[in-house]
């Protein structure tokens, strides 16, 4: 498929799912936990957490990410994506206040908790993957 084709399928999928996994490296060896994504046009993902969490520890020491999302049903021929990328930890109350979320309180004194961050995720690449002999696919960015 054409690298514009791609591009609206992995949007389509990033749309669709919000729950998947993000892989930090710990120690040399992957650390792997279900997390909630939102994504932006620029195929950036973003996903709130604690500062005081291992997951944010790990980014400090290494920011190579690994984001699996998507793949539903039964699982056979369901299309999912591999993100590789680098994140950083935003802290910016515009962000903050972007994508909080009622149900946050519990984890959080509100929007302006100093424990409560962003990840930001920038992909390196994505691969679309399960899509019959067209995939995988990568995207590049």
Avoid: C, S
């Amino acid at each position: 498929m054409n690298q514009e084709e791609l591009k609206k399928r992995i949007h389509e999928v990033m749309e669709k799912h919000k729950i998947g996994t993000l892989a930090t490296v710990k120690n040399n060896k992957p650390h792997t936990r279900y997390m909630t994504f939102w994504n932006d046009e620029d195929f950036n993902f973003y996903t709130p957490t604690n500062r005081e969490t291992h997951k944010a520890d790990e980014i400090d020491a290494n920011p190579h990410v690994h984001i699996l999302i998507g793949y539903e049903g039964e699982g056979f021929g369901d299309t999912y994506l591999e993100v590789e990328g680098q994140a950083k930890i935003r802290e910016d109350q515009q962000m903050k206040d972007k994508l909080w979320k009622d149900h946050m309180d519990r984890w959080f004194d509100g929007k302006e908790d100093p424990e409560y961050v962003v990840l930001e995720i920038m992909p390196e690449r994505i691969r679309y993957m399960n899509q019959g002999h067209q995939t995988p696919e990568e995207l590049d960015l």
